[in-house]
């Protein structure tokens, strides 16, 4: 069939790459990802191909690959001039690299992938000048249907590990579980979701956490998210830690983000939230930590080396970002968090809808409402600030002078980075807390962005990260 027939020459194009659907269905259906390849002769199909790595334990294995040795088989010459090879997902370097090598005369894929794709999407070998073969290229055939193919295989995928993931996990009955579809298409996470269930404190509750980076890293980052915030409030942070070669671990506190919501207000103790990050500190084997403490939800992250002495010496520093350790028993809250606290008991909306708060885009504030799909998830919020010590008998003073004085001995590392527009923690707390700051000893002067709010970690996120990761130097 003539080239320069446009019209003809895409009906046989289109033809062929449905052949090659075929052949990524069949590899679908044995749990290989999805893409499939033939190689035409003279108008006749002479070679099929199907994703086959994982069966076939060869890494090699991918369906372009499949179909050039099945077709230089039935050529019986291991160069295919005059052949195309039809392809549903654009090549990689190691696939356009055979096809150049076997001197096809054409290529036709059909779904680009921005990730491996070397036929233009991610590199470009085929257009290469020094090279001594050129195969033409062409792209686009049936993309949508052999796109689509692929997303309906990933999804579900995605699908069974949930449907695993539950079982695993069963709901207990006094608690709620946010639907998996409110996290979805949220933007800038490309990180695995892991839960853990059985650590003693939990009680069955599922608790989400992402944990990234070597397990052997020389430095580990705890990062700890606000009341009104989950793990999704450090990802522009995550990939300048992992970029340093650290290991970074955000879990989100159980009544937020992805984890198990109880109903009740009352489960929501700064002992409990305390016990149960200590617990899954020991159980991922942390080391060398520095705790990166947000807002009033850092609080147990700040009286974490207190749980025990085992835990205590996994923790070699403190980030605590727009939050402070309370005043002592029987001093007065700063006003903003005095503020905050009137506002939740008289359930101020604005206080109860984190999705609400200044400054944030609609793509952040619809991931800040994710976790709450209605006021049954938002016993958390309720709860607020209620682990403060109200008087010297409260339960959580002694671990609040505990964390104090953890912090404030010989050789603590430990640094406050503070947005300035925040209303509880920002400029006028600074100017109260001048002759006694609410910080521990040894941070120095705080960090500061005039132009920041409470959430620092997300408008400032690669900035403070960078300069965490100096300050903290092992």
Not at 66 to 81: I, K, Q, S, W
Not at 166 to 187: I, K, Y
């Amino acid at each position: 069939m003539a080239e320069g027939n446009a019209g003809p020459q895409r009906t046989h194009d289109e033809a062929c790459m449905r052949i090659a659907l075929q052949e990524a269905a069949g590899a679908g259906a044995r749990g290989e990802v999805p893409v499939g390849a033939v190689v035409v002769k003279d108008g006749e199909v002479i070679a099929r191909g199907g994703n086959a790595p994982i069966g076939g334990h060869d890494p090699t294995a991918h369906a372009e690959i499949m179909a050039l040795r099945a077709a230089a088989a039935r050529l019986g010459n291991y160069r295919l001039d005059g052949c195309t090879l039809y392809v549903t997902l654009e090549p990689c370097a190691m696939c356009s690299g055979a096809m150049l090598h076997a001197r096809l005369d054409r290529v036709v894929y059909g779904a680009p992938d921005a990730k491996t794709g070397a036929a233009g999407s991610v590199v470009d070998l085929f257009a290469q000048p020094a090279l001594n073969h050129h195969t033409r290229i062409e792209g686009g055939v049936l993309a949508q249907e052999c796109g689509a193919q692929l997303s309906a295989f990933f999804r579900s995928r995605r699908d069974d590990q949930r449907a695993r993931a539950r079982a695993a996990h069963p709901l207990r009955d006094d608690a709620l579980r946010t639907p998996d579809a409110r996290f979805a298409g949220l933007q800038d996470s490309p990180w695995e979701p892991r839960c853990v269930s059985d650590l003693p404190a939990l009680a069955g509750l599922r608790m989400h956490y992402l944990d990234e980076g070597p397990r052997d890293a020389p430095r580990t980052w705890l990062c700890l998210h606000g009341a009104g915030g989950w793990s999704h409030l450090y990802r522009h942070m995550l990939p300048v830690f992992l970029a340093a070669g650290d290991r970074v671990v955000a879990p989100d506190f159980i009544g937020f983000g992805r984890s198990d919501k109880p109903k009740k207000e009352a489960v929501h103790t700064l002992e409990w939230h305390r016990r149960t990050l200590a617990e899954l500190v020991e159980r991922l084997d942390l080391r060398n930590t520095v705790v990166v403490a947000h807002g009033e939800g850092g609080l147990p992250g700040m009286a974490l080396p207190t749980a025990s002495a085992d835990v205590a010496a996994r923790v070699s520093g403190l980030l605590a970002v727009n939050a402070w350790l309370p005043p002592g028993a029987g001093a007065p809250l700063p006003a903003g968090l005095a503020a905050w606290r009137k506002a939740l008991v008289a359930r101020q909306a604005a206080v109860l809808r984190p999705g609400a708060a200044p400054g944030l885009d609609a793509a952040a504030a619809a991931a800040a409402e994710a976790p709450f799909p209605d006021a049954g998830y938002r016993a958390a919020l309720r709860a607020g600030l209620h682990w403060l010590p109200a008087d010297a008998q409260s339960v959580a003073a002694p671990i609040i002078e505990g964390a104090r004085a953890f912090w404030a001995a010989p050789g603590r590392r430990s640094a406050v980075a503070v947005g300035l527009r925040d209303a509880a923690w920002g400029a006028a707390a600074l100017a109260d807390a001048r002759s006694a700051p609410p910080w521990p000893a040894g941070c120095g002067a705080p960090w500061t962005w005039p132009d920041a709010g409470h959430r620092l970690p997300e408008t400032h996120g690669p900035e403070l990260a960078r300069r965490a990761v100096e300050y903290f130097r092992p």
